[in-house]
Nanobody, 118 residues
Framework: QVQLVESGGGLVQPGGSLRLSCAASGSIVSIYVMAWYRQAPGKQRELVAGITDGGYTNYRDSVKGRFTISRDNAKNTVYLQMDSLKPDDTAVYYC????????????WGQGTQVTVSS
């Protein structure tokens, strides 16, 4: 069983920044991809950014140039630096992972709330 614990959310004004963290623990052999998702009220969960253990990254178009994903492989931790935040970024942010030879983990953490408002 793998546990995912997100932290770092909060209330920030438009144009502000936040840094999210997510630590994976438990029965982990090796993680290939770690990723951030978000879910706004009344909307489906969407992929925000992902990163492989080799450092290859991908982002959804709406956050390119504003968000930066990074990870510490030794700590099984992934980060999301969010700059130039917009009200549309308001959501609960979750992380997840894909182990080598496996699929996206079936269980999700509690998420961390990000609210962008003046």
């Amino acid at each position: 069983q793998v546990q995912l614990v997100e932290s770092g959310g909060g209330l920030v004004q438009p144009g502000g920044s936040l840094r999210l963290s997510c630590a994976a623990s438990g029965s982990i052999v090796s993680i290939y991809v770690m990723a951030w998702y978000r879910q706004a009220p009344g909307k489906q969960r969407e992929l925000v950014a992902g990163i492989t253990d080799g450092g290859y990254t991908n982002y959804r178009d709406s956050v390119k140039g504003r968000f930066t994903i990074s990870r510490d492989n030794a700590k099984n931790t992934v980060y999301l630096q969010m700059d130039s935040l917009k009200p549309d970024d308001t959501a609960v942010y979750y992380c997840n992972a894909v182990p080598y030879g496996g699929k996206l983990l079936p269980s999700w953490g509690q998420g961390t709330q990000v609210t962008v408002s003046s």
